[in-house]
């Protein structure tokens, strides 16, 4: 079982900045492959940058080179560094673990990109 608690979301101004954090409880955090997704209103849930557990990361293409992705096993957090925020960043953003075939998930952190 793994139990996943998001935090660091709130209400930034476009361009500005905000780092998303996700802490998990379990003994098999650093086996694990990590993610950040999101749901704007009205849209699908979608991934928007990953991390497996030897540290390769991904992005979806509308946030690279502003997000960054990182973990810390010692901890067992996941964060998301978020830069050049715009208003269509504006979701929940979901922490993700997957274990095998089965997906654990936080239950969200609001950002909201608006002047």
């Known amino acids: 079982q793994v139990q996943l608690v998001e935090s660091g979301g709130g209400l930034v101004q476009p361009g500005g900045s905000l780092r998303l954090s996700c802490a998990a409880s379990?003994?098999?955090?650093?086996?694990?492959?990590m993610g950040w997704y999101r749901q704007a209103p009205g849209k699908q849930r979608e991934l928007v940058s990953g991390?497996?557990?030897?540290?390769?990361?991904n992005y979806v293409d509308s946030v690279a080179g502003r997000f960054t992705i990182f973990r810390n096993n010692d901890k067992n957090t996941v964060s998301l560094a978020m830069n050049s925020l715009k208003p269509e960043d504006t979701a929940v953003y979901y922490c993700?673990?997957?274990?095998?075939?089965?997906?654990?998930w936080g239950k969200g952190t609001l950002v909201t990109v608006s002047s």
């Open positions: 993700n673990a997957q274990l095998g075939p089965r997906p654990y």
């Open positions: 991390i497996t557990s030897d540290g390769n990361t």
């Open positions: 379990t003994s098999i955090f650093s086996l694990l492959d």
